[in-house]
């Protein structure tokens, strides 16, 4: 059964580049039946979607974020990852990796990882 | 942009009906979406593409997409359904949507 689980910091400093790496376990990245995403959540507050990637590498990003955003994909480690620059306050979220699949005109999650809390300090 | 408006908040009772709705301009024409968190824990899938329930979610989930409305019905709600619920939609401007959540208090 699939599972992901995020790594990186959990502190980064304002105006430097937020990195997380999201380890896939139980399947592979390189299925071509998935796309592999990223969502937040900061405190208190409800989801964002800020992108998700095929393994091919091709990419969507939410507009609102992204200027910032880079999503990759290292199909010979089962991973993808993360990039948010210029990160403020407002970056402060639970960020969570999952399984994205497309259905009819649509994309929506199946399986989430745990999630890693990611604070930005001044 | 796209948005979906949700109501803050939903109380129930043990064994009753929630209806939990999820409201955006002509989001019958799209697929909708449920998530269930429960406080500390990831979100999960309860109800895609509208009606279908994902292999594990309990009959007692089901969910509806009509007009501008989708509702997300627990028939005979029990204390382990409390949690935030969040509808998402996919809009092909805005991209993934995410209704602002709903807490569902049964007691």
């Known amino acids: 059964q699939l599972q992901l689980q995020e790594s990186g910091p959990c502190l980064v400093k304002s105006s430097e580049t937020l990195s997380l790496t999201c380890t896939a376990s139980?399947?592979?990245?390189?299925?071509?039946?998935?796309?592999w995403g990223w969502l937040r959540q900061p405190p208190g507050k409800g989801l964002e979607w800020i992108g998700h990637?095929?393994?091919?590498?091709?990419?969507y990003c939410n507009p609102s974020l992204k200027s910032r955003v880079i999503i990759s994909v290292d199909t010979s480690k089962n991973q993808f990852s993360l990039k948010l620059s210029s990160v403020t306050a407002a970056d402060t979220a639970v960020y969570y990796c999952?399984?994205?699949?497309?259905?009819?005109?649509?994309?929506?999650?199946?399986?989430w990882g745990k999630g890693t809390t990611v604070t930005v300090s001044s | 942009s796209y948005e979906l408006t949700q109501p803050p908040s939903v109380s129930v009772s043990p064994g009753q009906t929630a209806r939990i709705l999820c409201s955006g301009h002509?989001?019958?024409?799209?697929?909708a979406f449920w998530y269930q968190q429960k406080a500390g824990q990831s979100p999960v899938l309860v109800i895609y593409?509208?009606?279908k329930r994902p292999s594990g979610i309990p009959e007692r989930f089901s969910g509806s997409n009509s007009g501008n409305t989708a509702t997300l019905t627990i028939n005979g709600t029990q204390v382990m359904d409390e949690a935030d619920y969040y509808c998402?939609?996919?809009?092909?401007?805005?991209?993934?949507?995410f209704g602002g959540g709903t807490k569902l208090t049964v007691l």
């Open positions: 002509k989001l019958g024409n799209k697929y």
């Open positions: 593409q509208d009606t």
């Open positions: 990637i095929y393994y091919s590498g091709s990419t």
């Open positions: 999952a399984r994205v699949l497309r259905g009819s005109y649509s994309y929506y999650m199946d399986v």
């Open positions: 139980g399947g592979s990245i390189s299925s071509n039946s998935f796309y």
């Open positions: 998402q939609a996919w809009d092909s401007n805005t991209g993934g949507v």
